[in-house]
């Protein structure tokens, strides 16, 4: 798979950003794919946080990611398995002054050789676009959470 970057800058700061992006209780009820997600770890969100998360698309799909590297309120990265080989999906936040915050999120291929690599090359073709999707969405998602709503009277005047 080739790897995939979606970007969106935020009007949040960085600390609601990363306390939505970490929130699994309320992930299936704030992200419109997800329908459901199942915490299979207690605790803080942190590095070996685990949990099963059901998505709808072109196709359902149950992912189980984990959690690998986790440095708050900035950065955290998960990696799951899937049919095509193993994936590594990463958040990176950075503040843009005091109220904005840019979010990054990049997936790429977890490793793997010979057979596997040759499916996961003819699977990249057609799941490639579909993946940018859900990105695509999931920041759409995140920023009708945590942006703030525009005020009606002054709606007309905005750019």
């Not at 072109?58 to 590297?69: A, L, Q, S």
């Amino acid at each position: 798979m080739q790897p995939i970057l979606e970007q969106r800058t935020l009007n949040a700061p960085i600390q609601r950003v990363w306390d939505v992006v970490t929130d699994l209780d309320d992930a299936a009820g704030q992200r419109s794919t997800v329908t459901d997600v199942e915490r299979l770890t207690e605790g803080e969100f942190g590095v070996g946080t685990r949990w099963r998360e059901t998505r709808q698309g072109p196709m359902d799909i149950t992912i189980e990611p984990e959690v690998t590297d986790c440095d708050p309120p900035e950065t955290f990265s998960v990696r799951f398995d899937t049919a095509a080989g193993p994936l590594n999906l990463t958040y990176r936040l950075e503040p843009r002054g005091e109220r904005s915050t840019h979010v990054t999120m990049s997936m790429n291929s977890g490793e793997s050789s010979g057979v596997v690599d040759s499916v996961r090359r003819a699977a990249s073709v057609v799941g490639t676009p579909a993946v940018a999707k859900l990105m695509r969405q999931d920041l759409e998602d995140l920023a009708a959470i945590v942006e703030p709503p525009l005020n009606p009277d002054t709606a007309d005047d905005a750019p």
